[in-house]
């Protein structure tokens, strides 16, 4: 991260407050903020399809067993480009279009990760989103002022893991707090 004032390879938890009909319950992993905004993929939102669809959609053949391909979800990445694929991945190889968040998580976009993962030659770890999230100058910040969002440092393994309905939980835990025991009104002093 150049800039401590920004929050880029942090977790966004949703506050229990945050009524807001996509976010609500979310852990969103910011992979890039800025003085021009900020985009992150919500990391446990999971769609009804799973990768193998995904496959067959963008007519990927899969050379090695598809099985657990059927079991892996795709997530809700974000309400923004819902037609785009985003793959948040840990590997040191380099797939077009790849962006080094750090020296452990990787984003790319590009059809030849979902081609390698197909073929058993893709990244160990992975996710696989449709949309990401994007908010402009300044709006993250206004949503931080107001109680919508706690922020925590990312952990890899957390990120990387397919238990989706406890990740809000863990990355709150990261801090030292339980979701459950917030108050859904806030204060300020």
Request: glycine residues 6%.
């Amino acid at each position: 991260m150049a800039n401590s004032q920004y929050l880029e390879n942090q977790f966004l938890i949703a506050m229990p407050q945050l009524m807001d009909s996509y976010f609500a319950n979310t852990v969103t992993y910011l992979w890039k903020h800025n003085s021009e905004g900020a985009l992150g993929i919500v990391i446990n939102k999971p769609l009804t399809a799973c990768v193998a669809d995904i496959f067959y959609e963008l007519n990927i053949v899969c050379t090695v067993d598809d099985g657990p391909f059927r079991d892996e979800l795709v997530l809700a990445g974000g309400p923004v480009e819902r037609d785009k694929g985003f793959i948040l991945h840990d590997s040191e190889t380099n797939w077009e279009s790849s962006i080094e968040i750090t020296s452990k998580i990787k984003i790319c976009t590009s059809k030849a990760i979902l081609q390698d993962i197909a073929m058993g030659a893709g990244p160990d770890n992975y996710l696989v989103a449709l949309g990401c999230s994007g908010w402009d100058a300044g709006q993250l910040e206004e949503e931080i002022i107001s109680n919508a969002w706690l922020t925590a440092p990312a952990d890899p393994e957390l990120i990387f893991s397919k238990d989706f309905t406890e990740k809000a939980n863990e990355a709150a835990a990261l801090l030292g707090i339980d979701l459950h025991r917030i108050s859904p009104k806030a204060g300020h002093s």
